[in-house]
């Protein structure tokens, strides 16, 4: 994976705008993503949010409720 950001060891500095515009880069998949879902899971946007943070990060996900 790419450096994120320039670090400054003496100072411990990170350069903020470069960082803010490696993670828009970086990130830009997640819109493709949600859309992808969104045409197959209607009406539940906090729950696909809540699921791409579990895909993204590695973990488990319960899903609960009455199926549609």
């Excluded at 670090?7 to 992808?36: C, H, M, P, W, Y």
């Amino acid at each position: 994976m790419e450096k994120i950001a320039e670090v400054d060891q003496q100072n411990s500095t990170v350069d903020i705008r470069a960082l803010n515009e490696q993670i828009e880069k970086e990130s830009g998949f997640v819109d493709l993503v949600k859309l992808e879902m969104d045409k197959v899971i209607v009406g539940q946007k906090y729950m696909v949010d809540r699921l791409l943070i579990g895909l993204l990060s590695d973990g488990h996900i319960l899903l609960e409720g009455v199926p549609v």
